[in-house]
């Protein structure tokens, strides 16, 4: 009897990319802009997101969904500072979000009054970045704590990013951390990506990281051709709508 052998992972991946353009779709319909925030574990996505969602209360309407392994603590740190929907997706164990995740989540999400959609994806530096889920911009938390060259032992998840935010720079003093050579190792993956230092912790250089969130919020909500234009941010993106297949390890 033949052999009939089915790729099941490109399948599943076609799937994803599918969804993920529906996801897109329905944001863009809405003006809705949205960011996927990756990271390795504890690299400070929730605390991040915290300080965002407290600082720009009343200006930015921000929807988050937050992906867990297999609790909704950061759902629950989310939604104490915003009055704006916090949507938990426990993944059981799977170590990334998909769009089908996505999709379902904005069902519960008002978009009519959604500035921006943020994405905190599972905490992992790796399948994440091989699963588009219909994001307009990546940004790839990148702690002091971590490493100089994290951008070298996992490429695909800077390669495919727009932005690094370097967190837990109130560190430094304490840590063999060189960011020179970080932003160089970084910037040896992916020439385009553009930096932001913060300490979520202290507020050092949080300034800079929300005049970001709110241009991305407001430029993205502006007309389709400019909204395509910009949606990204300030400069080209390396690969807009990332393909998940083209993105696999
Ligand atoms: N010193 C310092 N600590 C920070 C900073 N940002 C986050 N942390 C701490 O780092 C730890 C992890 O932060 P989280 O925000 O939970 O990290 P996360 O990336 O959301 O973690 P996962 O969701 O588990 O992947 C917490 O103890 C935070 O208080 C920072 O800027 N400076
Ligand atoms: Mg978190």
Known sequence: MPVRTIDVRERVMEMND???AEVRRRLRAHGVPALNLMSSPGSGKTLLLERTLAALA????????VGDLQTDNDAARLARHTDDLVQAVVTGGACHLDARQILAALDAIDLARTDLLV????G???CPASWDLGEDARVVLFATTEGEDKPSKYPKMFRLAHYVVMSKIDLLPYLPFDVE?????ARGVNPALEFFRTSALTGEGMDAWL???RGFARRAAAPAGA?????AGPSPAPEVGIS???ATP
């Not at 909204?227 to 949606?231: G, S, T």
């Open 227 to 231: 909204r395509e234009r910009v949606a």
């Open 119 to 122: 994405i905190e994806n599972v």
């Open 18 to 20: 599918r969804l993920a």
């Open 211 to 213: 005049d970001f969130v």
């Open 124 to 126: 992992n530096l790796v």
């Open 58 to 65: 009343g200006d930015v309407r921000i929807a988050v969904v």
């Open 181 to 185: 050579r970080a932003v160089a190792l």
């Open 244 to 246: 998940a297949r083209s």
